[in-house]
């Protein structure tokens, strides 16, 4: 499995970005697919999941009711609509998708939150 990040870049406070994560290759058993960011110095953490057709969805309380996650599941791309964006948010931001073999990983995108 591929995943394919991009829409990272540079926001002003309270500024939006939506990131795009495509994924390709062995995607059958794909169900979930979500976000994780780290920031420089710190953990990797979890920001959002969703399942197949987005009935099910999942949000760290740092970014709840600023951040939506939306699936396309006959393109296997996940979205994620920032908005409200903060210093804070300032991390890469990864894609991830579990299956049975193990958890896929995107190469990253960078978000920056500066004035």
């Known amino acids: 499995v591929q995943l394919v990040e991009s829409g990272g870049g540079l926001v002003q406070p309270g500024g939006s970005l939506r990131l795009s994560c495509a994924a390709s290759?062995?995607?059958?058993?794909?169900?979930?697919m979500g976000w994780f960011r780290q920031a420089p110095g710190k953990e990797r953490d979890f920001v959002a999941s969703s399942d197949w057709n987005g009935a099910n969805t999942y949000y760290a309380e740092s970014v709840k009711g600023r951040f939506t996650i939306s699936r396309d599941g006959a393109k296997n791309t996940v979205y994620l609509q920032m908005n409200s964006l903060k210093p804070e948010d300032t991390a890469v931001y990864y894609c991830?998708?579990?299956?049975?073999?193990?958890?896929?990983w995107g190469q990253g995108t960078q978000v920056t939150v500066s004035s």
């Open positions: 290759g062995s995607t059958f058993s794909i169900n979930t």
């Open positions: 991830y998708a579990p299956k049975p073999s193990g958890i896929y």
